[in-house]
Each structure stands twice: as structure tokens, then as C-alpha cells.
């Protein structure tokens, strides 16, 4: 039988990091295994689901890639179907109607834990199953409860390896409702059997479930599907991955400049591991890697500095085309500006994208970079000026006078911008980085860019010029004579 997953999301809340990376799971399996993914929204709690949580969990899995062969069913949609199973499993004996009150039921187990496990399932007894159906006929509320059978309940985890369960530890527990509504272990096997999944790749959260499921299943006549249970995410504290963790819906990640593909190598690392040292993977190479074998059993912690990390490698990756509409769009005020220059001259702006995303890790860093190449007057980064301007104002003004007045004829590329550069320190009898450092103030505003000339290459002749003059104007009004 070929392989079929299934991703279950309940619309009750953005697609987070843990659905996210269960999703992902499911995918690179069905992909790897040539499977069929199937997306299966959960959606019977209506109280709780909503339309837009639907759509922000399609929207999610749309930016992430992972693409479905199936669905999105709706769990909501199965109700006959949930229902038609309940009756079979009535019919056969292995549910019952319960007509214990829900007040009944609540003092029992405050009084009488271990009465109240089983007091459900005498109760029926001493009805009787014909008088029952009468009385469930007549319009008297009830639920229906699964009768647990005797023993024990077993299946060989994917993950975990062998699991049990002893019967005995589980109450008989509900699959309808008194409201006629079926519950989530009800609606899950009847639906994971009607889309003939063949293994469930899910949370380990789910695994006190899964001997209902399975119990369920077989009270049916089917086989149950395989279960994988994937370890839970912790945050960097040690404590469950939530909210105050910061951003936990991927959605978040986009928006502040996580490229997906970084998301998704960042995701797949979460509780599983190539075998290899190998870190920075492609969606492709993630499929030709994943397996469920190497799917660790311990919690996984989430890093954000890993994943800014992984982010700036796939950056430093992705060719500048597939990099600039973003770019231009966070580049926010400057936008306008930056896409008229983007548009005049396309060679010069990819140039310059592909000169800086090296040393960025996420796009809005790259936007922020760019800024500097774009706009009219830069501000100076206070501790730069201070490292490389006022600890000698006189000997740096003379320095860069020498470089405005060299660089106002040399040919504008990097080697002869470097020997007129070198040659000068020469001259001056300095080192290249007394003239280096003061002069990536004076065009950047920052201690650290890319390579000088590079930078003067991107930045053009005039616009160096012209903020060389600024900061001998600058630097002017830092001469020791004027210092307090
Ligand atoms: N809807 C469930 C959840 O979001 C998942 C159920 C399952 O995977 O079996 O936790």
C-alpha cells in the first residue's frame, strides 16, 4: 500500500511552529516516499474554529511550500459518517448509551474516583440495550460511550517503538455527545480510516489518544493506521514552545524577514537530524534526506539565533532577482526612491543585493544595508566616528583631503581605486587602514561593510565625493582646538 499522511490542523489559532513542523514531517515523508499528503482541517469545535484561522493556516502552509494532493477536507462535513460509526459501534456492543447525568458524573468522581471510571458502563448494564435505544427513541438526552475492552492496547511507534496501554487505565470514553456531537477521537479514526491513512505523523502530545483511536479502529473491523509521534518543542528556557517565546506563528517569521526556505530547514532540524553534521539543506535535499528512523525521541529546542543563522545562509544563497521585490518593499520611505534606481540601472542594484546579502541575515537587514547606497545624507554611527575620526580629527582630515583629491580623476573600479589608495598610505608612511577605516565612516556612517572598494565601486564616484566633503566638513568641526 502506498504511503498516506495526513496534516489535522484545528482552525482555532494561527499555524504555529509546532503545526508547522508536523506539517512539514508529513510532507518531506510523502514526498520522499512518492506518498499522497493529505490536509484534513479539523474543524468540529465550532465555537472555537474560525474562517480566518482556516485561512491563515492555508496561507501558512502556501508560504512554507508544502503543498497537499488532498483536502482540505472538512472535519465538520464527516458528521454523518461520525455519526454512521457510532451506530455501528452501538449495534455491535462496543459503545453503549450513557444517560448518567453530567452533575451525577461529576460527584461520583470527586467522591468516588475509581466508581466513577466504570459507573457509566454499569449503568447501561442495568438498563439494558433495548430499553435504552426506547429511551433514546423518546428524545432522552444521553452520550455514547466506547466500551473499553479488557487487556491491553499495543502498537510499534515509528518514533517511540513499542507502546502499551493497559485497558484498564482507560475510562469509557465518549464519542457522542449528549449535544449529538461527535469527539475529537471519534471524528479522527473515523476520518483517518475513510481517508485511508496509512500512517499518522503527529505530536507526541497525541499519543494518550492514540490508544482510543486504535481501540476504535478495531471495534470497527479496520486496521489501524502506523502512529509516529514527533517530540514536543521546548523554548530556549527549557519550558513548552508558546507565546512568550515571542513570534510562534510562521506567519510572524515572514514578516519579519525569514525567507522559507530557511524557515523550513529550520523546522525540519526541529526533532530530526540528517545523521551527518549537514546543517544548511534545500527543500530538495531535505526530501532526499528525511526519514522517520532519524526522528529523535527527545524535545526539541527551538533557537531563534539558529534560525536567523540558517536564514543568512540561505540568503547568502538566493540570487539577488529572487531577492529585490522584497527588498524594495522593505525598504519602506525609501521604497519610491529605491525602485526608480532599481529600474534605471537593474545590474547596479542586483550588484550591490548580491554584495551585501552575505553579511545579512535577513532581508530587512539587507534593506536596511542598502539604505546607505540609496540616500541622499547618511547618519553616522556614533562609535564609529569615535573609533576612527575623533582620536586624531587633523591627521584624518589630511588623509581624506589626499584620497578626495586622488579619487577625483582614478578610473572608478576596485583595483585602481586600491592601488591609489595603498600608494597614498605610501606616501603618507600610515598602514591602509588609517585611510580605510576613516573613509568607510565617511561613506557608510559604519565601522563594518563589505569590502571598501566594492563598497566605492556600488556607491559611484560623485556620491563618494560628495560624502567625502561632508565629513571633512564634519571632521572640521572636530579639530582639538575646538574641544572643550
Ligand atoms: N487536530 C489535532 C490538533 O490540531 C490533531 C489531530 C491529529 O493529528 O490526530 O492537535
Do not use: C
Amino acid at each position: 500500500m502506498s504511503l498516506r499522511v495526513r496534516f489535522a490542523p484545528s482552525p482555532t489559532g494561527y499555524l504555529h511552529v509546532g503545526g508547522a513542523r508536523t506539517a512539514l514531517f508529513n510532507w518531506l515523508l510523502a514526498r520522499r516516499a512518492a506518498g499522497t499528503f493529505i490536509l484534513r482541517v479539523e474543524d468540529t469545535d465550532a465555537d472555537r474554529s474560525s474562517e480566518e484561522m482556516v485561512q491563515a493556516i492555508l496561507d501558512g502552509m502556501e508560504w512554507l511550500g508544502l503543498d497537499w494532493d488532498e483536502g482540505p477536507h472538512f472535519q465538520s462535513r464527516g458528521l454523518d459518517r461520525h455519526r454512521a460509526d457510532v451506530s455501528a459501534l452501538v449495534g455491535s456492543g462496543a459503545a453503549y448509551f450513557d444517560f448518567t447525568s453530567p452533575d451525577e458524573l461529576a460527584r461520583l468522581r470527586t467522591d468516588d474516583p475509581d466508581r466513577a471510571l466504570r459507573f457509566p458502563r454499569e449503568a447501561a448494564d442495568a438498563v439494558g440495550a433495548d430499553d435504552a435505544a426506547k429511551r433514546s427513541a423518546a428524545g432522552e438526552p444521553h452520550a455514547v460511550r466506547f466500551r473499553v475492552p479488557d487487556g491491553e492496547t499495543r502498537w510499534d511507534d515509528r518514533v517511540h517503538g513499542a507502546m502499551r496501554f493497559q485497558n484498564a487505565d482507560l475510562e469509557d470514553f465518549v464519542l457522542l455527545r449528549t449535544d449529538g456531537t461527535p469527539t475529537y477521537n471519534l471524528a479522527v479514526a473515523s476520518d483517518d480510516a475513510e481517508q485511508e491513512i496509512s500512517l499518522v505523523i503527529r505530536g507526541d502530545d497525541h499519543i494518550s489518544n492514540t490508544p482510543k483511536q486504535i481501540l476504535i479502529h478495531e471495534a470497527l473491523g479496520r486496521s489501524a493506521p502506523e502512529y509516529a509521534h514527533v517530540p514536543m518543542i521546548l523554548g530556549p528556557d527549557g519550558k513548552r514552545l508558546s507565546k512568550r517565546h515571542g513570534a510562534t506563528a510562521v506567519g510572524d517569521y515572514s514578516a519579519e524577514g525569514i525567507l522559507s526556505d530557511a524557515m523550513v530547514n529550520f523546522l525540519a532540524l526541529l526533532g530530526w537530524s540528517p545523521g551527518t553534521d549537514e546543517e544548511v539543506m534545500t527543500r530538495e535535499q531535505l526530501v532526499e534526506r528525511f526519514s522517520i528512523d532519524r526522528v529523535l525521541k527527545k524535545s526539541a529546542v527551538f533557537d531563534p539565533t539558529k534560525l536567523l543563522w540558517l536564514n543568512g545562509q540561505h540568503l547568502s544563497r538566493t540570487p539577488p532577482e529572487e531577492l529585490v521585490e522584497r527588498v524594495l518593499v522593505e525598504m519602506g520611505e525609501l521604497e519610491a526612491i529605491a525602485r526608480r534606481e532599481s529600474e534605471a540601472n537593474p545590474e547596479w542594484f542586483l550588484g550591490l543585493l548580491n554584495l551585501l546579502k552575505s553579511r545579512a541575515r535577513r532581508t530587512v537587514d539587507l534593506a536596511e544595508q542598502a539604505r546607505v547606497y540609496i540616500v541622499d545624507t547618511i547618519d553616522y554611527d556614533q562609535d564609529a566616528i569615535t573609533k576612527h575620526w575623533k582620536k586624531d580629527p587633523q591627521a584624518v582630515t589630511v588623509r581624506m583631503e589626499a584620497l578626495r583629491e586622488r579619487f577625483s580623476d582614478v578610473a572608478w573600479r576596485e583595483e585602481p581605486l586600491e592601488s591609489e589608495l595603498r600608494a597614498l598610505a605610501e606616501e603618507l608612511k600610515v598602514g591602509a587602514g588609517k585611510l580605510i577605516h576613516p573613509l568607510r565612516v565617511a561613506v557608510t556612517g559604519q565601522a563594518v561593510s563589505p569590502g571598501i572598494f566594492e563598497v566605492l565601486v556600488f556607491m559611484g564616484r560623485e556620491r563618494t565625493l560628495t560624502r567625502l566633503d561632508r565629513a571633512l566638513n564634519r571632521l572640521m568641526t572636530m579639530a582639538p582646538r575646538d574641544e572643550p
